[in-house]
Each structure stands twice: as structure tokens, then as C-alpha cells.
């Protein structure tokens, strides 16, 4: 079993940033992708980043590009998401996910394609 704890979330104001960070622990096998969803209240959980973790090559949402980085440290098996110039439309409860695939193809692009989830972290952006 997997485990993923994320950290990070809070209220900013628009224009601000915020840091989440995602530390992974337990039996992780093989090499795994590593992506940043988030969702709104009534709405679907939606793609921010994702990073391969063999390679750290990255992928992102049209929505973040420019604005979020997603990152990794190796040795603490942990990732990040830089987020700056937040906006109220980025308001939402952010979850990290873990998949265990070698590849990353198109299916990591939606949240079925991941296996294992954290709780999510709260960010607020207010106007």
C-alpha cells in the first residue's frame, strides 16, 4: 500500500503563491508518475501537473502553464506544485496522485489513470 500526504493549502489572496508539497510512502514498486489534480465544488476533478518520476519530465493543464511548476525530490520521494499569480478561479481542494506505470500516456491526463490518492489540501483564493 501506498500512502500520500499533502501539505501546503491555505487562503491567499489573488496574485499570491503557494507551495504544495505531497511526500509518498510505503510499497512503492517500480517507477511511478506523479500528477496534481484539483477540484471545485459540483465540478469534475481536473488535471493540473504531472511529473514522471524516472526522467522528472512534466505535463501540464493549458490552465497552468506559466504559472504552476511541478517538482520532485528524489531522495524524500516527495512533489511539489508551485503555484504563482493565483487567481479565485484556482479555488479548489488539491489532491496529489500516484500511478504506478512505467510510461506516461494520455490516460495520465485524467484521474482514472492514478492509483492511489492523497486527502486533498483546501487553497482559497480570494478577490
Known amino acids: 500500500q501506498v500512502q500520500l500526504v499533502e501539505s501546503g493549502g491555505g487562503l491567499v489572496h489573488t496574485g499570491g503563491s503557494l507551495r504544495l508539497s505531497c511526500a509518498a510512502s510505503?510499497?512503492?514498486?517500480?517507477?511511478?508518475?506523479m500528477g496534481w489534480f484539483r477540484q471545485a465544488p459540483g465540478k469534475e476533478r481536473d488535471f493540473i501537473a504531472a511529473?514522471?518520476?524516472?526522467?522528472?519530465?512534466?505535463y501540464y493543464a493549458d490552465s497552468a502553464k506559466g504559472r504552476f511548476t511541478i517538482a520532485r525530490d528524489n531522495a524524500k520521494i516527495t512533489v511539489y506544485l508551485q503555484m504563482n499569480s493565483l487567481k479565485p478561479e484556482d479555488t479548489a481542494v488539491y489532491y496529489c496522485?500516484?500511478?504506478?506505470?512505467?510510461?506516461?500516456?494520455?490516460?495520465?491526463?485524467?484521474?482514472?489513470?492514478?492509483?492511489?490518492w492523497g486527502q486533498g489540501t483546501q487553497v482559497t483564493v480570494s478577490s
Open positions: 511529473i514522471k518520476w524516472s526522467d522528472a519530465n512534466t
Open positions: 496522485a500516484l500511478d504506478e506505470n512505467t510510461y506516461f500516456g494520455s490516460a495520465d491526463y485524467t484521474a482514472r489513470a492514478y492509483d492511489y
Open positions: 510505503g510499497r512503492i514498486r517500480g517507477t511511478w508518475n
